[in-house]
């Protein structure tokens, strides 16, 4: 039997883009956040859809943070949203918002959320629908208008 650890695809799991997946991490997410819960100590939780972006603060203090933190700000060069950074970096979505709200309240990273009443109008939807209808299916055709 060989030392050390087996490799990645020595398991059989491989992600969508064909890269093999090693085991999940030993640590436990409530480790990582020190039993915090997302939104327990400002009230609410950043919401999933938050685009979430490194601050200059953030990009010069890569090499003082943690491997999680490290990780998290890293990817935030350009944004992203909460789910995006949870699943590139497979870490757990609560614990990304635990540590992405500890990296804003330091300056790090800055949390921009969207307009909740954008959702809720209809010339924003129709604009989203007109978008849609605008792609062309497989075959190159657009698709008919209502």
């Known amino acids: 039997m060989a030392d050390g650890p087996a490799p990645a695809e020595a398991d059989g799991f491989t992600g ?5 997946v090693g085991a999940a991490s030993a640590v436990r997410p409530f480790l990582l956040t020190q039993g ?6 400002s009230g609410t939780a950043i919401p999933v859809e938050a685009q979430i972006v490194a ?9 003082r943070l943690t491997l999680e933190r490290h990780a998290i700000v890293a990817a935030c060069r350009e944004p992203q ?3 995006e950074i949870a699943a590139r970096l497979r870490l757990h979505l609560n614990v990304v918002r635990v540590l992405a ?4 309240a330091e300056g790090q990273l800055s949390v921009h959320v969207p ?5 809720r109008d209809a010339s924003v ?9 605008a792609i062309p299916d497989s075959r190159g055709v657009l698709r008919d208008s209502d």
Do not use: F, M, W
């Open 115 to 119: 307009n909740p009443g954008a959702a």
């Open 36 to 41: 915090r819960v997302a939104g327990h100590a």
């Open 55 to 63: 601050t200059t603060a953030g990009i010069e203090a890569l090499d």
């Open 16 to 20: 969508p883009d064909g890269v093999p």
């Open 81 to 83: 949203s909460v789910a």
């Open 101 to 104: 709200q500890d990296l804003r």
């Open 125 to 133: 939807l129709r604009k989203i629908i007109d978008g849609l209808r």
